[in-house]
Structures are given as C-alpha cells and as structure tokens.
C-alpha cells in the first residue's frame, strides 16, 4: 500500500505543477484563490517529502509540519467555496445580502475552532485535526450552497462550474475521509480512508488542469464575441 501511495504522491505532485502552468497564463486573474492554494500544495508536498526522508514520518517536524500545511489548505479550500459562490451570484438581487451572510460565515469559521475546540491544547496535533475536520465538514456543506448559486444563475459561468466541480470534489472528498477515519476502528482499514481522501482531491486537480488545459483556453476564447461585432449589434 506505501509503494501505491508513493505513486499517487508523485501523480498529485505532476498535476500541480501542470495546474499552475495552466494557471498561470490568465486564468490566475479570475481565480486568484485558486493559483495560491495550488502554489502552497506544490510547496507543502514537496516538504513533506524532504522532511519525512530527512527526520521520519513520525518525528515532530514532519507531524506539525503536515499539520499545519493541511489546517492552511482546508482553510483555502473553504475560502474558495465562500468566493465562489459570490461569484455564482452575479447579476442576482440578492448578491449583496448573500455578501454579508458570506462574510458572516468566515468569520464564525475563523473564531469556531478556538471556542469549540478550548479544551485542547493549542496548536496540538488534536487541536489541530479537530481545526481540519470543522473546515472540511463545512466546506461540504457551504458547496451545496455553491451549488443552489450555480444552478439558479441561468447565465452560470460554465468555467466557474467547472472549478466548482473540481473543488467539490476536493471539499467532498476530505470530508469523506475525516468521516471514514472517525468509523473505522481497525489500523490496518485506515489507509483505505487516506486513499478516498488522495483519489478524490487528484480527481478535482485533475478536473481544474482540464479545465485551464491551453486548449480549453483558446476555445473559450474564441467563442467571445469581437468588440467590433459587439458594438455593431450584430
């Protein structure tokens, strides 16, 4: 099972470096959350490796250092889900209160874990996973939200729902294995649970490098209408 890990270690390090080459060319402008959660993945992924060869996978850098970049990552995700389903809501009269219920919601994602979580020990490794759980569970729930956005803006963007399904798929499925490890009682199933977590979040890379592919970019180009044939009416 470590060598099938290794291998998924190595996909998901691909695909973020095709992401944020695909990315980069404009598509970083409308995404802009977008560009830094795949920037800090590479990073995280990358010193992980070093530091687990360097120290071992249970010494106390590699634990609070996967620990931290995965508390910051789900915290990312969650602010994508947030900005996303503001953008979904353009156009709609109820854009500016969905705004301020929006904000509403960061802010209570923010403070929450600090009062829920006040009995443990801060910044430690249950801290720490309790922190990751409540962003996850949330964002899963905020994405049926971006979803209700998406679907009653009949002008949708059809790019934006196109990120959406790749960070649905990433939000969904870091949920899914936050919820599969409290349920499975057994050490030897819990890679089981890793593995729904990993398949998922490079099936929502995977979906994003698809989306921004340069080919994808120049077709959504060219269907834009010119400023001349625009101004002419036509």
């Not at 900005?83 to 709609?92: D, K, M």
């Amino acid at each position: 099972m470590s060598q099938v890990f290794n291998v998924l270690e190595v996909i998901g390090v691909i695909l973020q470096i095709a992401l944020l080459l695909f990315l980069l060319p404009g598509g970083f402008r409308k995404f802009p959350l977008l560009l830094v959660y795949s920037a800090l993945q590479l990073v995280a992924d990358v010193a992980e490796v070093a530091v687990s060869h360097e120290f071992g996978l249970r010494a106390v850098q590699y634990v609070k250092l996967y620990w931290s970049d995965e508390v910051l990552l789900d915290l990312l995700l969650f602010l994508m889900v947030i900005v996303f389903t503001y953008q979904a809501l353009e156009g709609s009269p109820l854009r500016a209160q969905a705004g301020r219920f929006l904000a509403g919601v960061v802010l209570i994602a923010l403070v929450a874990p600090f009062v829920v979580y006040y009995h443990r020990t801060l910044f430690s490794t249950q801290w720490f996973n309790g922190v990751s759980q409540w962003l996850n569970f949330g964002g899963a729930i905020m994405n049926l939200g971006l979803w209700t956005a998406l679907l009653s803006n009949k002008k949708r963007d059809p790019q934006l729902v196109m990120v959406s399904v790749g960070l649905g798929l990433a939000v969904t499925g870091a949920a899914l294995y936050f919820g599969l490890r409290q349920f499975i009682t057994s050490n030897g199933l819990r890679p089981f649970a890793e593995l729904v977590g990993v398949l998922t979040h490079l099936l929502g890379v995977f979906v994003w490098c698809w989306t921004f592919r340069p080919t994808a970019l120049r077709q959504g180009g060219a269907k834009q209408p010119s400023p001349a044939a625009t101004s002419s009416g036509y």
